[in-house]
C-alpha cells in the first residue's frame, strides 16, 4: 500500500510538472542576502508580463512570500485532496508555509522525512495548473529541501544564485553554484544584492557590502553574472507590507536592475 501511495504521489507530481513551463529555482547558501526578494519581484515581473506564473515557497522553518505578496493569514481553498494556491496577484500563484500556517508566529519543528513528504505535496496536491513558468524560492543552504527539490524536478530550468559582496557570501555562493552543478541543474547567473544605497542626504553612494565580488566568484565559477541590485529603505517597506517593489517603483534603479537580471536568466536558458 505504501509503494501505491508513493507511486500515486509520483505519477500527480509528473502531470503537474507536465502543465508547467519554466521552473526556476532561486537559492544562495547563506541567509540574509535578499533571496526571497528577488524571488518575489522576478515573479511579479513575469506575471506583469502577462505570463502565469507560479511561486512556491519551500522555505519549511523560515517562509517569507506569503508575507512579501501580502498572502499571509488567508485560507487556501481544498476539497479535501487538493489545495488551490493563492492568487497574489492576476497572473500569478503563490504557495506557502507562511500562509498555511494558520498561526504565523508558530515555528516549524519537523524532522527531514516529514519535510521531504511536504515538499512532494508542494507538487502533487497542489492545483497549479497551467503554468508558463514556476518560481521556486529555497531556504538558505545545501540541505533537504533544495536537494528534494532538484530530485523531484530532474527536467529544471535553471537557478539563479543570489549573493551579496562579502567575502562570507561570496565564498557560500561558489559552495551553491557547486551544488547546482552536482546534481546537474544549469546555473543561469550570479546575482549580487544589495551593492550599494544611495544617501538621501549627499546623495553620495555608499556601499553597503564590499562589492564586485559577485562578478568576480561568476568568472571563477565560469557561469554567468546577472548583475548588481542597489539597495533602497523601500523595498525592505514594500516585502514588510506585502508589495512587490518592481511593480510599484519600476523606474527605480534596483527595478531597473532586478529586471535586467531576470532578463539576463532567460536568456542564458537553453531552448
Known sequence: MHKVNIDHRASLIRENLARIGRKILVMSNKGGVGKSTIA??????????GLKTGLLDIDIHGPSVARMTGQEGRAHVSDGKFIDPL???P???ILSMGSIMKAGDAPVIW???LKLSVLRQFLSDVNWGDLDALMIDAPPGTGDEPLTICQLIPEMTGAVVVTTGQAVALMDSRKAV???KQVGIPVLGILENMTSFCCPHCNKEINLFKTGGGRRAAEEMGVPFLGSVPFDPAMV???????IYALENPLAPP????????DAALSGIKK
Do not use: M, W, Y
Request: hydrophobic share 50%; no cysteine; net charge positive.
Open 40 to 49: 518575489v519581484n522576478f515573479a511579479g515581473l513575469l506575471a506583469a508580463r
Open 87 to 89: 492568487e497574489a496577484a
Open 91 to 93: 497572473n500569478l500563484k
Open 111 to 113: 524532522r527531514g522525512p
Open 178 to 180: 557547486n551544488f547546482l
Open 237 to 243: 517597506d514594500a516585502g514588510d507590507d506585502g508589495r
Open 255 to 262: 527595478s531597473a536592475a532586478i529586471k535586467a537580471a531576470l
